[in-house]
């Protein structure tokens, strides 16, 4: 993942409610809690190539797809919007 400040397209602070999410991610790595899965099955064939450029294009349209949380290397908690990010 590119982290570097090139690739940055905005930063903002956790909100409280993602900061309390954090917390008990941490706080507890093997909890359940705001955790949810979903899964698919699909029938027939598969074009793996569309399939993945499908993920990118809905990637490159959604901020939030693209936001990763720095709280290791930081003072305060942030998320960082990224310009670009591999599916």
Not at 22 to 27: G, I, S
Not at 37 to 65: C, P, T
């Amino acid at each position: 993942m590119d982290l570097n400040k090139a690739n940055l397209q905005d930063l903002y602070p956790l909100s409280p409610m993602q900061q309390g999410m954090l917390f008990h991610a941490l706080y507890q790595p093997d909890s359940q809690a705001y955790f949810e899965q979903m899964s698919y099955d699909i029938q027939g064939d598969l074009d793996v190539e569309i399939f993945k450029q499908s993920w990118q294009l809905l990637h490159n349209r959604h901020d939030a797809l693209r936001t990763v949380f720095v709280y290791k290397k930081s003072a305060k908690l942030l998320q960082m919007v990224l310009k670009h990010r591999d599916v």
